[in-house]
């Protein structure tokens, strides 16, 4: 298995809602920056990537809310890959806040050129989630 990737954030106050808890949108934010940041650190750069035709799109996703997060908390999105194809891969995504899962993810993504057709992953995206 994979080692998880790790990203840590906090709750700000533009990510709550009227409730005083996080916005259920900006759970997907969080989970976002944290596959880009797996990105960067497999030392993919997705400007070069966009320039030279390659981007990646989110396919599908599914997810479940657990337990709220509220204001200044501290969070760590979790990232796991499975098993790549040609031009996808699944990633499994948890956040927890204070040691608790509070949301899960489990997310297809596509690497797409630019006609809009699925394209190859680049080797280091698929050796990474092989």
């Not at 700000?12 to 949108?25: I, N, P, R």
């Not at 966009?50 to 479940?64: P, Q, S």
């Amino acid at each position: 298995m994979t080692a998880p990737h790790l990203y840590e954030g906090r709750v700000h106050y533009e990510d709550t809602d009227m409730g005083g808890v996080v916005y259920h949108a900006n759970w997907l934010k969080f989970c976002e920056r944290a596959r880009s940041d797996w990105v960067r650190g497999l030392g993919l750069d997705q400007n070069a990537l966009r320039e030279a035709g390659t981007v990646f799109v989110v396919r599908h996703m599914e997810c479940d809310w657990i337990a709220p997060a509220r204001l200044d908390d501290p969070f760590l999105v979790e990232t796991v890959p499975e098993a790549p194809g040609r031009a996808r891969a699944v990633l499994r995504q948890r956040v927890s806040v204070r040691g608790a899962a509070a949301f899960e993810a489990r997310v297809t993504i596509a690497a797409m050129g630019p006609t809009g057709r699925p394209v190859r992953l680049p080797e280091a995206l698929r050796a990474a989630a092989a």
